[in-house]
C-alpha cells in the first residue's frame, strides 16, 4: 500500500515522541513492503510564533492532500498563563477537528497486566479492564454559540439529529465488532441535547437487535468507570463529557503515556496520543513514546493493516516485558531508558520479528 502521511510534531514533547513515531511506521513499512511518504507541517505554539496562527492554511493543505495524519501534541505555558492571549494552541487542535471534519474520536481504554500496580484502582478491578470510549468530537459545547461579557458569559450545547446519528452509528458499529454492549452516557436528567441523543439512541436500537444498549448519567457513568471499569466495552457521548470521561479512563490504566487515539469523520483521519504536551519535559529524552508507537497501529488498523498493527502492539508489549521503559512506569532500581532508547528497541524487535 502507499499512504501519504501528514506529520505535525507540535509542541513540548511532540517532537521527540513524533520521531519515535515516524520511525516505527518506516520499520513496519519496510517490513511489510508499503511505501510511506512524510510531509511535515506546523501546529500549535510552534506555528503560532512562526505564522501566528495555531493551524495555518497551508498545514490544512498538507493534511487534506494526505491519506491520515500522525499528530502529536500541542500547548505551552506561556499561553496558559496569559489570559489575554488572543490565540492559543489548542484553537489549532480545534480548528483541525472542526476543518477536517473529524467528529468521531475513538479513544480506546486499554490495562497492560505487567503496570496494573501503577493504576490508584485495586488489581482485581484494573485487570482485564478493556473498553472504548467513542467521544463526538466537532460539536457540542466546545463548538455552540458562545458569549462572554465582563457580567455574563454562555456556551451553547448544540448538537442536530444527523450529528448524533452518525456518532452512534459509529458507537454500534464498534460494539458488534467487540462485545456487543454499548452505554450511551448523556444527562438526560436536566439537559435537552442529552435528551434528544436518548431519543435518537432509542430510535436507532432496534437496527442493532445484536447489540445490547444501556443508557447512563455521566455522573453516574465517572462513578461506575473506578468501582466497575470491566462494565464497559463501547460507550459513546458528547463532546465535553468525552474530553473528561477518557482524563478519568487513562487514569485507570496507570500511565497517560499509553494511550493511543484516532480521530475520524469527513476528511483525513488523525492519529494521537492522548496526552498532552508536557512542557516540562521537552528535549529532556524523558517521554513514553508508547501512545505515539500505538497511534501508528490505530493507523496501520484503520488502513486494514491489521498485521502491522498487530506487530506493533506485541513489540510494545515485548519492551514493557522487557522493562525497556521510561521512567514514570520503570520498576524500581530498573535501566533508565529514554524516549530514544524505547523507540530504537522497538523499531529492532520489528525488524527482527514477523
Ligand atoms: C483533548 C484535549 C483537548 C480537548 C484540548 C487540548 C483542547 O483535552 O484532546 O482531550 O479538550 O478536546
Ligand atoms: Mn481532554
Known sequence: MNLKIAVLAGDGIGPEISEQGVAVMTAVAEKFGHTVTYKSAICGADAIDKVGDPFPEETFQTCMEADAVLFSAVGDPKFDNDPT???????GLLAMRKKLGLYANIRPVETFDCLVHKSPLKDELVRGADFICIRELTGGMYFGEKYQDN????????YSRPEVERILRVGYDYARRRRKHLTVVDKANVLASSRLWRQIAKEMAPQY???????MYVDNASMRMIQDPKFFDVMVTENTFGDILTDEGSCITGSMGLLPSASTGEHTPVFEPIHGSWPQAKGQNIANPLAQILSVAMLYEYFGLAAEGRLIREAVNASLDANVRTPEIQVEGGAKYGTREVGAWIVEYIKTHQ
Open 85 to 91: 492571549a488572543k490565540v492559543r494552541p489548542e484553537q
Open 151 to 158: 457580567d455574563k458569559a454562555y456556551d451553547t450545547n448544540f
Open 209 to 215: 437487535p445484536d447489540v445490547e444498549t444501556d443508557f
